[in-house]
């Protein structure tokens, strides 16, 4: 049984920096890819960055801003900064089951942390 927690989400200023991390429990190894989605208000759910070993992906709107990391095997982090009201959203990590899978299926999810930017 895989279970993944969030954490680090909260309010910040435009322009601040939030560290959001995700720990991971059960069958989780270095080859499972685990990603950052997020979801604003009535809007889909979308991928942010993955990561296996490195950094596998980053979505057009975070390049140069947000940083995906592994500390270990079993958490990983998303540096943000320079955030704007824009990346107001629930920031869900996710992992897939199968190795070497750099875009999923993502099979386990996190319940999710809610980050709000405001002007």
């Known amino acids: 049984q895989v279970q993944l927690v969030e954490s680090g989400g909260g309010p910040v200023q435009a322009g601040g920096s939030l560290r959001l991390s995700c720990a991971a429990s059960?069958?989780?190894?270095?080859?499972?890819?685990m990603a950052w989605f997020r979801q604003a208000p009535g809007q889909q759910r979308e991928l942010v960055a993955a990561?296996?070993?490195?950094?596998t992906y980053y979505a057009d709107f975070v390049k140069g801003r947000f940083t995906i990391s592994r500390d270990n095997v079993k958490t990983v982090n998303l540096q943000m900064n320079r955030l704007n009201p824009e990346d107001t959203a629930v920031y869900y990590c996710?992992?897939?089951?199968?190795?070497?899978?750099?875009?999923?299926?993502?099979?386990?999810w996190g319940q999710g942390t809610q980050v709000t930017v405001s002007s």
């Open positions: 059960g069958s989780i190894f270095s080859d499972n890819a």
């Open positions: 990561i296996i070993r490195v950094p």
């Open positions: 996710a992992a897939a089951a199968i190795p070497m899978s750099p875009w999923g299926p993502w099979t386990y």
